[in-house]
């Protein structure tokens, strides 16, 4: 051992590694429990060392070791809400009421509500106002037990606005906790000003708005939302490819409402995730199953529309790789509960509750392209923790509605 | 006014009292909210004066005045969950699991487990355990602005058991600040011990255990699970008119499952309420409407069951009282959050966020019969409030699976 600070957590009473890679249809429910578990990390918050209480302290020593207790708690990796919202413009409570009374999603957009309401309000809005909606949505993401959340841009659908929205990102990034990864969402929908051309529109994101987010490396990853009455499989592609020539990998809105064709095609591409799938064809899920793309399921989103829920064990079974998010947003899945997302996924898609965990940890991991580095707890990769105040894993969805969090620790503090 | 000590809320952004009465049809949307508003009580935390804050200092003033200042937020009454199981011997995740895999909730019951698991638990278990889960449960239900909450008996199933969790309640009523209300539950299913003589059973509870638990005045109301394969129509009768001789008013578990004409019956006996009422009749709906007897619905439980909800609207255009609470317990809704409940009251029942919390305040004060009392912000009515973080009614169930809770007062502290 270097003689650097040290950090140990000891008297884990269960420790959760989720170690060994991404996991498909069975494996998704090796949890391999340590009794009696500890965990060694160093001043960068690099894992050092896993195992047995007996077998940490075996190998970690001495003076420079500082110690902390778990209280005999279960821990797990870090939370990771790989398909989020969570940086925008504020409420859109009056759609959810609108919803209540039985108007469709879709027809609040058609109607120049929905995504387009909270781009006009995005618009509008300051850097700092978008900054401060975000860090509340934050903070309560990390009080669930999230350590790393993507976030997108898409309520600006013009240059300047999208440009803001990552920029507070950013900013965000550089001033709390949690880790974040920007998505360039320009395809969010097709701004008023391109209604009678969205092809035009096509063109402003691929040949000005991604080499201004390129330059400035505002962005990790290239969404666009592909659906019926937004954009096309083929102005898709055309986005995600422009998007990979500038370094912007393709984690897509694909197969929510209608079948199009849009998994089949960013599993060609190599998308890092397809998302939503409530809809999804037999030769998407078959395209799925042979790809290293990730499924990113969104539960809370079929229950917060009312929809169908995507057919998460038939895609198990396939052999998909699959995750679960939030997709906190103001007008489809008002939630940073990722806890609760455990609770609905496994009621309705027929999860245990060690698969669902799963997915939202090594197979989350693995739909931001960050397996090497985050999603589980293993030597090499970072110390990114939940310490729960449950008996067991199952506790957490059962018990629904609140945070069994007792502590986090991101990059090991 | 007295010289005694006066306590005064003021800088109330928004003021909604939802004074006048239980409420029906077109009143449920009633909040006629008072804008900087203020509220006053005594010492007793008796409310003395509501308008507003010009209003309420014209009328309070003087060294004997106490200001607090709601710094310009909302407030509403306190919520009353009016129907929980939140005092017993802890977690049935394990049957969670087997559900979300395909197990009916009603067939672990029949083989053995649902509530005689809890029974088995709860016969084992201190008096001090169980006070220890139900003070646990009731932090949570206070963070979720829970004022008045009313838990059964009912995982006892034998008069030493029932006993001891009656005693528990009153116990938790002593010892923490939610105003507890205690209802007789022994009718909750049948125990194992008179699995082939039911009637034995009923004959147990209605000569032994309801005089004790009046005679140590234990309890206010007197609870039955009228279900299909439990307990019947007659045998619920029987029991409720014992109830009534000893003071027990009728607060009865009907129509969940299969409509027995159990709410028919009940409104008969003039019951405080009928709960669950997934599969009320239209003869059902009928005497309701016409009564003063309270539907309570539990759309957490529809959820949490994956079974239909009870048909909401239907009942409010047909005039009936409806309240709505959390059913909290550990086999079929795990949930303290009211706020949640709302969420999905207004997303599956279709209601405007108004109508859901004139059901979790004025209305469920009438489930308990203590409409004269509690659960609108009126003269003569304990202050119990609570104060939002949130920017109107609106937000609290749009934004769900957290507290918007800012701060608490019951009985005026």
């Not at 102005?235 to 995600?240: D, H, P, V």
């Amino acid at each position: 051992m270097s003689s650097t600070k040290i950090h140990a957590l000891i008297n884990i009473g269960t420790l959760h590694t989720f170690a060994g890679g991404p996991r498909r249809g069975e494996q998704l429910l090796d949890t391999s429990p340590i009794v009696n578990g500890a965990i060694a990390w160093d001043s960068d918050g690099r894992i050092l060392e896993v195992g047995t209480e007996v077998e940490v302290r075996d190998k970690v020593s001495g003076g420079n070791v500082t110690w902390h207790n778990a209280g005999g708690l279960i821990v797990t990796p870090g939370l990771i809400d790989s398909h989020t919202h969570a940086v925008n413009a504020g409420s859109r409570a009056n759609e959810f009421v609108m919803r209540c009374m039985g108007t469709e999603y879709m027809d609040i957009l058609r109607a120049g509500g929905g995504i387009l309401n909270s781009a006009d309000r995005t618009r509008e809005a300051s850097q700092g106002q978008i900054v401060q909606v975000g860090r509340e949505n934050l903070r309560r993401s990390l009080s669930f037990g999230v350590t790393t959340l993507e976030a997108k841009s898409g309520y600006g659908l013009d240059t300047e606005t999208e440009l803001k929205m990552l920029r507070a990102i950013r900013t965000l990034d550089e001033t709390q906790s949690i880790r974040l990864k920007a998505t360039f969402c320009g395809a969010h929908a097709i701004p008023r000003e391109f209604k009678d051309n969205p092809d035009n529109y096509v063109d402003l994101v691929i040949n000005e708005m991604i080499p201004k987010v390129a330059d400035e490396k505002l962005a990790d990853y290239c969404d666009v939302f592909i659906e019926d009455g937004v954009f096309t499989v083929d102005q898709g592609k055309r986005i995600l490819e422009a998007g990979l020539k500038h370094g912007l990998k393709p984690k897509v809105h694909c197969d929510e409402i209608v079948p199009l064709g849009g998994t089949e095609m960013c599993v060609e591409l190599g998308a890092l995730s397809v998302d939503h799938l409530i809809v999804i064809t037999d030769k998407g899920i078959d395209a799925l199953a042979n790809s290293e793309t990730v499924g990113c399921l969104l539960p809370g989103t079929s229950y917060y529309l009312k929809k169908p829920y995507a057919p998460c064990r038939r895609m198990i079974d396939a052999g998909c790789l699959l995750a679960l998010a939030t997709d906190n947003n103001p007008g489809s899945s008002r939630t940073e509960n990722l806890q609760w997302i455990l609770n609905v996924a496994c009621l309705y898609y027929g999860l245990k509750p060690e698969e669902a965990f799963s997915m939202v940890t090594i197979n989350a991991a693995k739909a931001l392209g960050m397996e090497g580095e985050i999603g589980s707890i293993e030597p090499g990769k970072s110390a990114d923790l939940v310490i729960w105040d449950a008996p067991d894993l199952s506790e957490i969805p059962y018990h629904h509605g609140l945070s069994h969090v007792s502590e986090v620790v991101i990059s090991g503090s």
